[in-house]
Nanobody, 121 residues
Framework: QVQLVESGGGLVQPGGSLRLSCAAS????????MGWYRQAPGMQRELVAA???????NYADSVKGRFTISRDNAKNTVHLQMNSLKPEETAVYYC???????????????WGQGTQVTVTS
């Protein structure tokens, strides 16, 4: 069992910045990828950024150059630095963790409750 708790969301003006954090607890040793997804009303949930246990990162094309994902292994925490935010990026941002259930070949996929990011003037 893995628990994910997001923080750092809020209201920001266009062009502003926010830093999201996701703290993982529980059976965290088997996590191999953590990432951030976002979902706006009426839209599909989409990948924003992801990072592997080895530090490899992936980003959605729309956020490359503006967002940075990072991890702190000692604190079991992943961060998403979001710069130059746009109104269309208003959404609920969800933390995700993927890994193997210990002792099995089955993959788990856990989600946090989400944190609201609102970009408006």
């Amino acid at each position: 069992q893995v628990q994910l708790v997001e923080s750092g969301g809020g209201l920001v003006q266009p062009g502003g910045s926010l830093r999201l954090s996701c703290a993982a607890s529980g059976s965290i040793s088997s996590i191999y990828t953590m990432g951030w997804y976002r979902q706006a009303p009426g839209m599909q949930r989409e990948l924003v950024a992801a990072i592997t246990s080895g530090g490899t990162t992936n980003y959605a094309d729309s956020v490359k150059g503006r967002f940075t994902i990072s991890r702190d292994n000692a604190k079991n925490t992943v961060h998403l630095q979001m710069n130059s935010l746009k109104p269309e990026e208003t959404a609920v941002y969800y933390c995700n963790a993927r890994g193997l259930i210990p002792g099995t070949v089955y993959e788990y996929n856990y989600w946090g409750q989400g944190t609201q990011v609102t970009v408006t003037s």
